[in-house]
């Protein structure tokens, strides 16, 4: 069973390098655990036990300090960018219909629930498909 647990602990942790994700790494802990078991005993209960729990032991005490360092900023790219941006009408904007905002040099189809003309400042306030939906700045 030693080389089954060993063989195991090898496997997980190649998985692990190649993801880079923290997917298996508290899996081959618990197998390393449980080969260690093996030479002190033959209970394949044990050694599953074993694994188990060190299994989980080592992903509850780990899992929290992982999260601590991780960065869970999400920057804004491509189209997202423009939410809350300011924007110049280039093509009247009618109640309900279709215009044209120009926002960092690109022309995007734009709507809003009012009437806004060619000119006017306007803030994007999200993204629905590719249509930004805007209203007046000053609104």
């Not at 209970?43 to 360092?69: A, D, H």
């Not at 904007?93 to 006017?120: D, Q, R």
Request: aromatic share 10%; hydrophobic share 50%.
């Amino acid at each position: 069973m030693t080389l089954f647990w060993f063989t195991s602990f090898i496997i997980l942790l190649l998985i692990e390098i190649l993801t880079i994700n923290l997917i298996t790494v508290w899996f081959a802990i618990g197998a390393l655990s449980s080969m260690i078991l093996s030479f002190s005993t033959n209970s394949l209960v044990s050694q599953l036990l074993s694994f188990i729990i060190v299994s989980l032991v080592s992903l509850l005490i780990t899992k929290p300090l992982i999260n601590r360092f991780k960065k869970f900023e999400i920057t804004p790219t491509n189209s997202d960018m423009v939410i809350g941006k300011i924007g110049e009408v280039t093509k009247k904007i009618e109640s309900n219909k279709y215009g044209e905002v120009k926002i960092f040099g690109n022309t995007w189809t734009a709507m809003s629930s009012s009437e806004i003309e060619v000119g006017a400042r306007v803030k994007v306030l999200r993204i629905e498909g590719v249509k930004l939906i805007v209203k007046k700045e000053d609104d």
